[in-house]
């Protein structure tokens, strides 16, 4: 695996950097980062920041008189982010555990992860590619060694019912509403135990800002023993539902990832 490194912002630092390369704000960050907030305090928060990028070397002075320079690593991270061809936001939902969110930008030079480790906090891993981002996504994903039911049809389901499906107090409840679809009853009974008992459930949402093919909306339900992919087809259509290997999936959501053609 190729080398990955990371730097973490408080969001007034991001801000600054942003505005000193000319970027943009990035589809992870708020539209207006400091809604509600006075002129004076915002202002105030900004100068706190570069004192602070100033102390870490984030910020390179070019003299007097003489706008600050970014860090050329920093640079390239945030500047990858307003380059990316694809961006997906994986949205987790781990069992007793609060729900999490990362963002994926992927570029012909650079794949960077934006992630949230703490309120207020955003750290930016960079990397040659986003399979050298693997690791960290499946462990993000509850991503571990699941494998393909066998013999498994792939079935149908409406939003409506997947709704109903997650929402079932019960394995019972919630097999019904499958069976109630018309799926088979082979593919009901795992998937209806799967969506009361999940390990983790997970949305993505990949976007291509520069293209005209639309993007593509996946689901995920983790369970201990395989991983169901729910592929929707067209912006409201139905969730086509297979069972899948974790490297499966993985493998065909990087494939969608560093593809333009994400549609």
Known sequence: MADT???????????????????????????????GVSEERALGALAAA?????????????????????????????????????????ITQPLDKPTDARYYYVSPYMAVEHAFPEEGLHRFTGAPAI????????????????????????????PAAMEAARNATSADAALKVLL?????????????????????VSTVSIATPNSSVSGKSLGLIVDQQTVWMLEQQGGDGPFQVSSVS???????????????DAG
């Open 246 to 260: 974790a490297q499966e999936f993985i493998t065909n959501l990087c494939g969608f990832m560093r593809s333009s």
């Open 50 to 90: 570069e004192r602070s990028l100033r102390a870490r070397g984030f910020l390179q002075s070019q003299g007097p008189e003489k706008p600050p320079v970014v860090y050329s690593p920093v640079l390239a991270l945030i500047g990858t982010c307003k380059l990316a061809q694809t961006i997906a936001m994986i």
């Open 131 to 158: 399979d050298d981002l693997v690791e960290p996504m499946k462990q993000f994903m509850h991503l571990d060694g699941q494998q393909a039911l066998a013999d498994m049809p792939v079935g149908l389901l409406s």
């Open 180 to 200: 109630d679809q018309g799926m088979p009853e082979i593919l009901a009974h795992p998937l209806s135990q799967s969506f009361v008992n999940p390990v983790c």
């Open 5 to 35: 490194y990371a730097f973490t912002f408080s969001l007034e630092e991001l801000i600054l950097l942003m505005r000193i390369a000319d970027l943009p704000t990035l589809a992870s960050l708020p539209v207006n980062p400091f809604e």
